[in-house]
Nanobody, 124 residues
């Protein structure tokens, strides 16, 4: 079993930055695809970004491309999401997720483990 704990959420003004962290425990995530998803109030959960086990491959939703950066430190069992130029529409609960089969996927249904989420609020 893998436990994921997100941190770093908060309230920020539009144009600001936040850095989200996801700490894994229970087992190493070094062979897992790691993803970030978000769910805004009243909306469906949506894919944000993923990073391959090696860190060589990343993919972003069009809505965050060029503003968000995902990275990982397998030695520390952590994944980070750097969010810059935040917009009010980025307001959501952000979830870290782990996929154990090395799939590079944007589908939340294919991720095996999820964190509890961290709330990000961007004010205009």
């Amino acid at each position: 079993q893998v436990q994921l704990v997100e941190s770093g959420g908060g309230l920020v003004q539009a144009g600001g930055s936040l850095r989200l962290s996801c700490a894994a425990s229970g087992r190493t995530i070094s062979t897992y695809t790691m993803g970030w998803f978000r769910q805004a109030p009243g909306k469906e959960r949506e894919f944000v970004t993923y990073i391959s086990w090696s860190g060589r491959n990343t993919y972003y939703a069009d809505s965050v491309k060029g503003r968000f950066t995902i990275s990982r430190d397998n030695a520390k069992n952590t994944v980070t999401l750097q969010m810059n130029s935040l917009k009010p529409e980025d307001t959501a609960v952000y979830y870290c997720a782990a996929e154990s089969g090395m799939k590079l996927t944007t589908s939340g249904d294919e991720y095996d483990y999820w964190g509890q989420g961290t709330r990000v609020t961007v004010s205009s």
